[in-house]
């Protein structure tokens, strides 16, 4: 597989308001992957994107935007580490004119069914004793396009991972540690959002290796991008 070259930020000659966090070098896409690793990000965007280049570097926040084969603009970009990180990154996003997003994330399973490596297609995402739904129309698309190997399970987002003596509500199937709050604030901001998570740890321990954590979140992301790309 060829690896797409990243163009380096420049100077923009574009006229946009820029938010108080986010720099862009480049204007950013309508729709958006949201991962939460800056390394998953340019990997996703070297897998996924035709001319990539990054759209913003502050804060170590990397982002990348280019097309899609349909020959769609697509932003990929990083959230950081838990709720706090991913709301303000949403909020700037939304200034930007961000209208659709999917998050591509990781879980700690806490339901033997779900084994590393499964893909999870996210119904709710649960905060305290509160369930955020996704976009019913995303998330059916999404759904579509991951196929019966993914599983539609509900996951609750802590503040920190392991979960330790942590109670969960009992429907719950895995937990992480932002999927809740990325919903939440794009339904408040206006924006249509939907989540796959990868688990990256089984109840019983087991954890991913590095190889099988990168092919299954540029499955995913390749799921994304086609929803994000009609």
């Known amino acids: 597989m060829s690896v797409s070259r ?10 946009a308001a820029v938010p108080k966090r986010l720099r862009p070098t ?16 340019l990997m996703l965007a070297q897998e996924l ?3 990539p280049r990054m759209s913003n570097h502050a804060r170590g926040l990397w982002g990348y935007t280019g097309l899609t084969p349909a020959g769609r603009e697509l932003t990929i970009q990083a959230t950081g580490m ?4 991913a709301s303000i990154v949403l909020i700037d996003l939304a200034e930007l004119g961000l209208r659709r997003a999917v998050r591509v994330g990781t879980c700690v399973a806490v339901d033997s069914a779900h084994g590393t490596g499964a893909l999870l297609e996210i119904s709710e995402a649960w905060a305290a004793a509160d369930a955020i739904r996704p976009d019913p129309e995303l998330s059916r698309r999404l759904r579509g396009e991951l196929g019966p190997g993914a599983a539609r399970a509900a996951i609750a987002s802590v503040d920190h991972l392991p979960l330790g003596p942590a109670t969960l509500p009992s429907a719950v199937g895995a937990a992480d540690l932002q999927t809740a709050t990325v919903l939440a604030r794009a339904h408040a901001l206006g924006i249509a959002a939907a989540a796959v998570l990868i688990v990256e ?30």
């Open 6 to 15: 990243i163009a380096a930020p420049a100077v923009p000659r574009w006229s």
């Open 26 to 41: 480049a204007p950013i896409a309508a729709d958006a992957l949201l991962v939460g690793d800056p390394g998953r990000a």
């Open 49 to 51: 994107l035709g001319e």
């Open 82 to 85: 838990g709720g706090p990180s």
């Open 201 to 230: 740890e089984a109840a019983g321990g087991e954890r991913i290796t590095d190889i099988e954590l990168e092919r299954a979140a540029k499955s995913a992301g390749r799921a994304a991008r086609t929803v994000l790309s009609s």
